[in-house]
Nanobody, 126 residues
């Protein structure tokens, strides 16, 4: 059974950078889609970035292109999310999510992901 554990959240000043980590355990499939989602109070959970652990193919919504970077270290079973130029509206709980992938295409909808971490809180102060 896959287990995900996020870390790296905290309070960051607007304009600053944060790097989140997600350690995955119990990975048995050849390939997984790992994604970062965030959810602010009263808002829908939205995708921030996805990555295929086998091909390294990534996806970012337009709002994150050039600002966020998802990467993986397969030797450490860890996926990272680095976000720069943080804005107050980036404040949210950030979740790592995964599903066993059958291609290098990763879905961006949260319903595709069957394993979730507990989340890590990011607060942005102006």
């Amino acid at each position: 059974q896959v287990h995900l554990m996020e870390s790296g959240g905290g309070s960051v000043q607007a304009g600053g950078t944060v790097k989140l980590s997600c350690v995955a355990s119990g990975l048995t499939s050849r390939s997984y889609c790992l994604a970062w989602f965030r959810q602010a109070p009263g808002k829908e959970r939205e995708v921030v970035a996805t990555i295929n652990t086998s091909s390294g193919r990534t996806y970012y919504p337009d709002s994150e292109k050039g600002r966020s970077t998802i990467s993986r270290d397969n030797a450490k079973d860890t996926v990272y999310l680095e976000m720069t130029s943080l804005k107050p509206e980036d404040a949210a709980k950030y979740y790592c999510a995964a599903y066993s992938a059958f291609s290098d295409f990763c879905y961006i909808g949260k319903d595709a992901y069957n394993t979730w971490g507990q989340g890590t809180q990011v607060t942005v102060s102006s």
